[in-house]
């Protein structure tokens, strides 16, 4: 799907810029996907599993901007992709009232208030489709991420017990959070 490119003024006052991620992105969204699953225990996968080669990530960045279901977001900061976050419709006629999202920043830019950009506009996308329920799943202990969430007016609905197992045997739980539009 794609999304008209805008430009967003964080809070340390740099410009972040809002638009699809190209196949001329897939070395550094490879890369960028690596490193997201490296910093923090709260994203599915850890760094090795990112196994996708530069051709595979540039097919499915491809795919992605030609599907009529599923968008991509990055977010680029002077030259580099800072994150990115992604909305998925169903088609179902049961289901296509809902849309599940994710999000992910590299930490070198948490706290700019990226993450709070990119649910408005993935709010607002929601929106113009007509979409009722938006929904995401988020880690036990990954309070950032919960905290932006309830602030965005999602709730959590209910929690998978053991849905996690860290390397160290740690078991978490995965809570389902919807927001109501």
């Known amino acids: ?8 003024i964080l809070k340390n006052g740099k410009i972040a810029i809002f638009r699809n991620p190209t196949e001329a992105d ?12 490296g910093e923090t225990d709260f994203l599915i996968g850890y760094p090795e599993e990112r196994t996708l080669t530069d ?3 540039a097919l499915f960045l491809k795919r992605s901007n030609e599907s009529a ?3 991509m977001i990055v977010c680029e900061i002077d030259g580099k992709i800072a994150g990115n976050c992604s909305i998925m419709f169903n088609s179902r006629i049961k289901t296509r009232h809902r849309a599940s999202v994710g999000i ?3 930490k070198e830019f948490w706290g700019l208030g990226i993450g709070t950009l990119m649910f408005e506009e993935l709010i607002r996308i929601a929106c113009d489709r007509g979409i009722m329920q938006m929904e995401l799943e988020v880690v036990e202990g990954n309070e950032r991420a919960i905290a932006l969430y309830q ?14 197992r860290l390397k160290d045997g740690t078991l978490l739980k995965e809570f389902i959070m919807i927001k109501v539009l």
């Open 151 to 164: 602030k965005m007016g999602f709730q959590t609905v209910a929690e998978k017990p053991n849905a996690i």
């Open 55 to 57: 051709e595979q990530e």
């Open 26 to 37: 897939a070395h550094e969204m490879v890369e960028y996907l690596r490193v997201t699953a």
């Open 104 to 106: 992910a920043l590299l």
């Open 1 to 8: 799907m794609i999304y008209e490119t805008t430009e967003k």
């Open 69 to 71: 279901k599923d968008l």
